[in-house]
């Protein structure tokens, strides 16, 4: 079945650090994959998105690449900010009579100043 | 828009009594996901609505748990007889029916005791 594999975390970085946080997944087919943030107390947000292959989703400076051949989709930031610290999902979607999304465990992140 | 409008934000009850969760997904949506997230389980689906029709429940636990969508605007979660383990924030998710990505709603914590 469809699965998404990130890197445990919590990550802690001291601020303007660079981040990369692994995911990899499994599936059929060509699905969607995608960064969710959540922050305390709040739901899930998109952070960004990729469709097919090669493509590179970016948003807020962060940036992740869809990687067919290794299955990838590392999440990275070049500079952290404590506002950055939350948890971070990778999710893949795929459509099966509408679009059900599968999500990883979450990486927590710590910025420190 | 207002977004994804769950109710209640918080919840406690007694274990044994009947719990609704209600979700209001984002107008024009045609997909629907109902989330659990717990520590120890992390995020998971389960169920998900596509034209108010169930298209997949097998992440419900099991039957004490139901969900209902009578029209494209409303849908329930509903937990009967209610036990403490169900103690977790439920989330609800909405998306276009052909556009992957979901948006949250910003969760139901129930706690049972």
């Known amino acids: 079945g469809n699965s998404v594999t990130q890197m445990e975390g919590p990550v802690t970085l001291s601020e303007e650090a660079f981040l990369t946080i692994n995911c990899t997944y499994t599936a ?49 930031k070049g500079s952290v900010q404590v506002s950055d610290s939350a948890v971070y999902f990778c999710a893949l979607s795929t459509n099966t009579g509408g679009f059900k999304t599968i999500f990883g465990a979450g990486t927590r992140l710590f910025v420190k100043a | 828009d207002a977004g994804v409008i769950q109710s209640p934000r918080h919840e406690v009850t007694e274990m044994g009594q009947e719990v609704t969760l209600r979700c209001k997904p984002i107008s024009g949506h045609n997909s629907l996901f109902w989330y659990r997230q ?19 429940d097998s992440g419900m636990p099991e039957d004490r748990f139901s969900a209902k969508m009578p029209n ?9 007889p209610s036990e403490p383990r169900d103690s977790a924030v439920y989330f609800c998710a909405s998306s276009l029916g052909q556009t992957p990505g979901a948006f949250f709603g910003q969760g139901t914590r129930l706690t049972v005791v």
């Not at chain 2, 494209?72 to 009967?80: D, N, W």
């Open chain 2, 72 to 80: 494209a605007s409303f849908s329930t979660l509903k937990i009967q």
């Open chain 1, 28 to 76: 059929t087919g060509y699905p969607s994959l995608f960064w969710y943030v959540q922050y305390p107390g709040e739901g899930l947000q998109l952070l960004l998105k990729a469709t097919k292959a090669d493509d590179k989703g970016s948003n807020k400076g962060f940036e992740a690449t869809y990687r067919k051949e290794t299955t990838s989709f590392h999440l990275e």
């Open chain 2, 38 to 56: 717990t520590m120890m389980r992390g995020l998971e689906l389960l169920i998900y609505f596509n034209n108010n029709v169930p298209i997949d």
